[in-house]
């Protein structure tokens, strides 16, 4: 007689952290079905800026940012802009926003940030060797950028919390120091920080992509279908898809800016925002371009994609149904073009990317307080393919009833 199969685990979004979650549990020893609407990389995780940024360990909501909002929201193409007609309704969000970065809440965010970072990291270098991954990746550091001295000297706090992390980083002052790790810059910049270790993936798609067909090679199997609602039994998870229903030992709710639908269906209300970033890619261009370089004032990256460049970042808050306001991404190209020397933005592909983002910046990783068979990893905001490799492992140690390598506690679902 041959043995019964195990029961089979069901992950929902095959954007990076599902299909991430899918191939350790599957490496682990679980029957996995990976389930998306659309397919792999077929929603945000195609279009990030590419950057492993395990240096980001500062919450969006730091001390006094509550002061500079305002002057942020009034600009409607500024880092970051809620339009009027969504203003009321992430009201609430934006109470939870404040609170977050009161100094009590903000110390334990940076905390737990650091601890999924060098989780992260240390799971990227595990993840690398196993998936003729080093070839897909570029380590080309970071280097930040500041107009003044008063500006620079404003982030020196930021600076002080990496270095308590173990975080390696130069502060450069001065044109001629800044052109020897990037030349071609805007004599404004005059301050800048280098981050050597920062790593950044060839084209995120096609690393989602390669992640994805890693899976289905190794016996994982990946259908189309959209998940509407779970049903949680005595020792099942029922999944209701737009093509019909299935039973599962355990899901994992992956689905990015999506997910609380499936969450509050359970009766999980967790506060899920949509930060939509926007860029616009090149598929050339003659710009040496020779690291990955932030623009700190202005909210956006530089990065290499492939053969060409992506320019994009900023934050506008503004759910999944609003219409994309291109308009950001124009913004951004102006800059862009008078901070890079030679730079031509003609011929781009615009996007616009739904990251799913909470209030402290954290992420939700843990078991539903209301269905103990349904494991949530999603809320990522813009950090989402940086702490991939690290949250797939969390999912596993909890799929398997392990203890984590990190404690999950600042992640619970039922923090909020």
């Known amino acids: 007689m041959t043995e019964p199969k195990a029961p089979e685990i069901i992950v929902i979004g095959a954007g990076i952290i599902g299909v991430s979650s899918a191939l350790a549990l599957l490496r682990a020893g679980h029957r996995v079905r990976l389930l998306d609407r659309?397919?792999?990389?077929?929603?945000?995780?195609?279009?990030n800026a590419g950057a492993f940024a395990f240096t980001e360990i500062e919450p969006l909501a730091t001390p006094g940012i509550m002061r500079k909002a305002p002057k942020w929201l009034l600009d409607p193409l500024g880092p970051l802009a809620i339009r009027p007609a969504y203003a009321a309704r992430i009201a609430p969000w934006m109470l939870r926003f404040w609170r977050a970065s009161w100094p009590d809440r903000y110390e334990g965010g940076v905390k737990a940030q650091s601890s999924l970072m060098t989780l992260s990291r240390a799971a990227l270098e595990r993840l690398l060797p196993t998936v003729d991954g080093e070839t897909r990746i570029r380590r080309e550091g970071q280097l930040q950028l500041f107009e003044s001295k008063s500006e620079f000297e404003a982030s020196l706090p930021s600076w002080e919390a990496r270095r308590q992390q173990g975080i390696r980083f130069d502060l450069i002052e001065g044109q001629q120091a800044i052109a020897e790790i990037q030349p071609g810059l805007s004599p404004r910049f005059t301050h800048a920080g280098f981050t050597p270790d920062w790593i950044n993936v060839v084209d995120p798609a096609q690393w989602t992509r390669h992640l994805g067909h890693q899976f289905v090679t190794e016996g994982g199997i990946l259908d189309t279908a959209e998940v509407?609602?779970?049903?949680?039994?005595?020792?099942?998870?029922?999944?209701?898809?737009?093509?019909g229903s299935l039973r599962a030992g355990q899901v994992v709710v992956a689905a990015g800016a999506w997910s609380h639908h499936l969450a509050r269906g359970l009766g999980d209300k967790i506060p899920l925002e949509t930060?939509?970033?926007?860029?616009?890619?090149f598929a050339s261009?003659?710009?040496?371009?020779?690291?990955?370089?932030?623009?700190?004032?202005?909210?956006?990256?530089?990065?290499?994609?492939?053969?060409?460049?992506?320019?994009?970042?900023?934050?506008?808050?503004?759910?999944?149904?609003?219409?994309?306001?291109?308009?950001?991404?124009?913004?951004?190209?102006?800059?862009?073009?008078?901070?890079?020397?030679?730079?031509?933005?003609?011929?781009?592909?615009?996007?616009?990317?739904?990251?799913?983002?909470?209030?402290?910046?954290?992420?939700?990783?843990?078991?539903?307080?209301?269905?103990?068979?349904?494991?949530?990893?999603?809320?990522?905001?813009?950090?989402?393919?940086?702490?991939?490799?690290?949250?797939?492992?969390?999912?596993?140690?909890?799929?398997?009833?392990?203890?984590?390598?990190i404690s999950l506690a600042p992640f619970a679902p039922q923090r909020f």
């Open 285 to 405: 261009c003659d710009f040496d371009l020779r690291t990955h370089v932030t623009f700190s004032r202005h909210g956006f990256v530089v990065s290499k994609i492939g053969e060409g460049v992506r320019i994009g970042g900023a934050v506008e808050l503004g759910g999944l149904q609003l219409p994309p306001n291109y308009k950001r991404a124009e913004i951004l190209l102006r800059k862009a073009k008078s901070f890079l020397t030679g730079f031509d933005p003609e011929g781009g592909t615009q996007w616009m990317g739904f990251r799913p983002s909470l209030p402290d910046s954290l992420p939700v990783i843990g078991r539903s307080p209301t269905a103990e068979r349904v494991i949530y990893a999603f809320g990522h905001g813009h950090l989402g393919l940086t702490q991939s490799a690290g949250t797939a492992e969390l999912v596993a140690a909890l799929a398997a009833g392990r203890t984590p390598e």
């Open 228 to 243: 509407r609602a779970l049903t949680p039994g005595e020792s099942w998870v029922e999944v209701v898809t737009s093509t």
């Open 275 to 281: 930060e939509r970033g926007y860029n616009t890619t």
């Open 38 to 47: 659309t397919g792999v990389a077929a929603e945000t995780s195609s279009g």
